[in-house]
DNA sequence: CGAACCCTTGAAACGGGTCAAATCGTGTGG
DNA sequence: CCACACGATTTGACCCGTTTCAAGGGTTCG
């Protein structure tokens, strides 16, 4: 398998991203033990295990999820290229939490034990991991509020509209539409709803004539209409730390 | 008012944070600009504002919380003494949520635009605020679990368990009981419940025998008893960094 | 052609929401 | 010291959003 040196990542190109020096490339190149590549529904880290290194998606999606005694799956968040993993987890603890792929998924390696390194060669880029673990919190903050907070409805046009928001960050939305690997009992699993009314629910935004989905793909007519249904917040978004 | 030295803070001599160096403790002296001191029902940060600082909660209780178009707030988590706050803001743009005192609370408060500082000349801080963002975001990820994929009894019982346990670490518990500043109403906007059904599944609660509520005081019965109605998964614990 | 998934649909049961109102402090002012 | 206000806790009745159970249909893939 042939890897791109992080100089010439394609993500790197993408506006969404702040710029690194050309150092920290190279220390972050340094950094980056291998990649791993998984097929669509494989899992990359087991709910219970220990050790776990840290990953940047480089392609593909993925979820991050969390499987109760009652046998319920509570998704915790969607991950997306360019998306940051591992922070959550303490050397030595039992993760409380499983990664699986949506998609065939490529993953940038950094071994967590040399995770010192980084904040003492490159200051700046321990100050981005901070802001990317914070950045994961807003993200399950607006879950919480979800689930917490709104009916069906405005929830899951909650989720599509986020979603769409942060494919069109990273250039996967071409002419309203993106490509959606997430069935029904993902959106259920992650918004707290049975699989059933997940089903009617969604029949109904689309009678709103929001959103439709085929094969694999979503177009959401108007992102206006759906954002007023779910009474949207807008999540501040700038240009986020690359690793 | 007198304020203490960081380096004879009460806090840290509690076991539950990890140790730091002098050096560090007079850095981080250096680095705090004063202390705030709120009484309860106060807020410290209100939703929608911009460039707000870093604060370590010192003394009492707080929560974080975000409120809805609908009328509905969201708690998000809960702070108690040694918590770090602010990390999720992100500078020059509105925060999704404020923050409000349940008791009489000092924060230290630590300067934004001088955070630059901590990781360029105390690398081990910075990465200690990366692990502070990362835990904060562990929190919230159960209490997602929670509203997600529990009923009304076992959200109540987890909450329960879980700030038992918080307050257990700091020091807090005495005789399986401690100060309980915190409404049905609170625990109804936490867990996404209606204060009258939350207020009738408290009263089951107490039928279980589990806990019981006098002015403003809990006392935990049966820790085991409760955390098993709420199929807890214990948190991994670990010695936390103090700023 | 079956197996495995995913999406759909209908009907019935229930957990939790909403509305309304009473009770119980606790702090305030006359 | 009592009267009153206000916030928090309770309780009962009713309603509705969501869950659960059950079953049918579509599509992909070996």
Not at 66 to 80: A, D, H, T
């Given at each position: 398998?042939r890897?791109?040196?992080?100089?010439?990542?394609s993500?790197r190109?993408?506006?969404?991203?702040s710029?690194?020096?050309?150092d920290?490339?190279?220390?972050?190149?340094?950094?980056?033990?291998?990649?791993?590549?998984?097929?669509?529904?494989k899992?990359?880290?087991?709910?219970?295990?220990?050790?776990?290194?840290?990953?940047?998606?480089?392609?593909?999606?993925?979820?991050r999820?969390?499987?109760?005694?009652?046998?319920?799956?509570?998704?915790?968040?969607?991950?997306?290229?360019?998306?940051?993993?591992?922070?959550?987890a303490?050397?030595?603890?039992?993760?409380?939490?499983?990664?699986?792929?949506l998609?065939?998924?490529v993953?940038?390696v950094?071994?967590?034990?040399?995770?010192?390194?980084?904040?003492?060669?490159?200051?700046?880029?321990g100050?981005?991991l901070?802001?990317?673990a914070?950045h994961?919190?807003l993200?399950v903050?607006?879950?919480?509020?979800?689930?917490?907070?709104?009916?069906?409805?405005?929830?899951?046009?909650?989720?599509?509209?986020?979603?769409?928001?942060?494919?069109s960050?990273i250039?996967?939305?071409?002419?309203?539409?993106?490509?959606?690997p997430i069935?029904?009992?993902h959106?259920a699993?992650?918004?707290?709803l049975?699989l059933?009314?997940?089903?009617?629910?969604?029949?109904?935004?689309?009678?709103?004539?929001?959103?439709?989905?085929?094969?694999?793909?979503?177009?959401?007519?108007?992102?206006?209409?759906?954002?007023?249904?779910?009474?949207?917040?807008?999540?501040?978004?700038?240009?986020r730390?690359?690793l």
């Open positions: 398998m890897i791109t040196p992080c100089s010439e990542c993500l190109k993408l506006e969404c991203f710029k690194a020096t050309s920290e490339i190279s220390f972050i190149q340094s950094y980056k033990k291998t990649e791993i590549k998984l097929s669509a529904g899992t990359l880290v087991h709910q219970g295990s220990r050790n776990v290194e840290l990953y940047t998606l480089k392609s593909g999606w993925a979820f999820y969390s499987l109760l005694e009652n046998g319920k799956r509570q998704i915790l968040n969607f991950i997306l290229p360019g998306d940051f993993i591992g922070l959550q303490e050397l030595d603890k039992e993760l409380n939490y499983g990664i699986e792929s998609t065939e998924c993953f940038c950094f071994p967590q034990d040399r995770i010192m390194d980084v904040y003492s060669q490159y200051p700046t880029l100050y981005d901070t802001w990317l914070a994961g919190e993200i903050d607006e879950n919480l509020i979800s689930v917490g907070g709104r009916n069906a409805l405005q929830r899951i046009a909650m989720l599509l509209v986020s979603l769409y928001k942060r494919a960050s250039g996967e939305v071409v002419d309203e539409s993106f490509n959606f069935t029904q009992q959106i699993d992650s918004m707290g049975s059933v009314h997940t089903n009617k629910t969604m029949a109904k935004l689309k009678l709103y004539g929001v959103q439709e989905i085929t094969n694999n793909r979503i177009k959401i007519r108007s992102l206006d209409k759906i954002a007023r249904l779910a009474e949207y917040y807008s999540l501040p978004l700038r240009n730390p690359l």
